[in-house]
């Protein structure tokens, strides 16, 4: 079984910055990706960013410019760095571990944006 676990959220205000981390532990594959979610209440899931094991990332449009996601391979963590935040990004965050036909997912961090 895998462990997903976000960490990071917090109150911040508008143009401000936060860097999430995802730590994943347990019966992790060598090789596996990283997607950050967010979702409002009420809302669904909406997709942020993709980190593959090969070093490629991919962004959603409303991210992109501002959110980076990278890989400490010494650790198994994978960040989230937000730049630039905007009250619109007040969501809670979410890490998923994907690796085949495998998922597991944190249980989300909050991140809260004044203006």
């Known amino acids: 079984q895998v462990q997903v676990v976000e960490s990071g959220g917090g109150l911040v205000q508008s143009g401000g910055s936060l860097k999430l981390s995802c730590e994943v532990s347990?019966?992790?594959?060598?090789?596996?990706?990283i997607g950050w979610y967010r979702q409002a209440p009420g809302k669904e899931r909406e997709y942020l960013a993709r980190?593959?094991?090969?070093?490629?990332?991919q962004y959603e449009d409303a991210v992109k410019g501002r959110f980076t996601i990278f890989r400490v391979t010494t650790k198994n963590v994978v960040y989230l760095q937000m730049n630039n935040l905007k009250p619109e990004d007040t969501d809670v965050y979410y890490c998923?571990?994907?690796?085949?036909?495998?998922?597991?997912w944190g249980r989300g961090t909050q991140v809260t944006v004044t203006s």
């Open positions: 347990g019966r992790t594959l060598s090789a596996y990706d």
């Open positions: 998923r571990y994907i690796s085949g036909p495998g998922e597991s």
């Open positions: 980190l593959w094991d090969n070093g490629l990332t």
